[in-house]
């Protein structure tokens, strides 16, 4: 996919100082030029158009990239290279010139270098990169303890009758009597499902991945770790950028 907005259809409005010549600036393309060098030498056949008296030059308006005009001189050198390589790196990726420079101003005036760096890929949304993103790296033994979802896997330990097996089946091998069983499944039962999940991994098991191998990624919270990128990671124009 290229971009939809060529440089070279991008115009800058160059305009007299003199008071007596206000209004009577012309329009130039100055990326319709093979190099910044070229699109000066167009500047001074277009200087040479007007009086002597006309000296001096002030840059007015452009098609989008006022922030990247000089007067006198149109543009310098370094920006006209700049908003080249913005340019190739959109047509890489899909946006046009004013997307990259949106995203540039985003990151704080991020260079084409940087860009590179943040660009993350395309996708519709921050939860779709945090699923993509646990499918590449894993989860970690401190993801999973910030992310993992304790009230869900305490719901299906209740739910699916897991809890009453635990506790009920065999259970004259660990109690003195079935009473005694079930007087503690009631009390463990009757907690928080937050709380169910931890007594389970922490009390009956010992540890998180020991507890769910496998299944981790079944109660990861992917939500909130995807709330928590977006202090590091912005979505714009349906790509991911890191902020690094």
Do not use: C
Not at 4 to 19: G, R, W
Not at 28 to 54: A, C, H, K, M, T
Not at 131 to 157: P, Q, R, T, V
Not at 225 to 231: I, V
């Amino acid at each position: 996919k290229k971009a939809v907005m060529k440089l070279d259809k991008i115009y800058i409005f160059m305009e007299p100082y003199d008071y007596n010549y206000r209004g009577q600036g012309f329009y130039i393309y100055p990326f319709s030029f093979n190099s910044w060098d070229d699109f000066q030498d167009g500047l001074r056949e277009s200087y040479e158009n007007y009086p002597p008296e006309v000296e001096e030059w002030e840059f007015v308006d452009s098609d989008g990239i006022n922030d990247y005009g000089e007067d006198g001189i149109g543009m310098t050198e370094a920006n006209w290279d700049m908003l080249h390589e913005f340019a190739e790196f959109g047509d890489d990726i899909g946006l046009d010139i004013y997307q990259v420079l949106s995203v540039s101003n985003n990151l704080g005036g991020a260079d084409k270098d940087y860009l590179e760096e943040s660009y993350m890929g395309g996708y519709d949304s921050m939860i779709d990169y945090a699923y993509e993103l646990i499918d590449d790296i894993g989860i970690s033994k401190e993801l999973a303890e910030n992310y993992f979802d304790w009230d869900g896997f305490g719901l299906a330990l209740s739910a699916n009758g897991d809890l009453w097996s635990l506790i009920m089946e065999d259970w004259e091998d660990q109690y003195d009597s079935e009473a005694e069983a079930e007087a503690y499944y009631e009390e463990i039962s009757s907690m928080r499902n937050s709380e169910i999940a931890e007594w389970y991994v922490y009390d009956l098991v010992g540890d998180l991945e020991s507890a769910l191998g496998d299944s981790m990624k079944d109660y990861f919270n992917y939500s909130k770790f995807a709330r928590d990128l977006e202090y590091d990671y912005t979505l714009m124009f349906d790509r991911i950028w890191w902020n690094h």
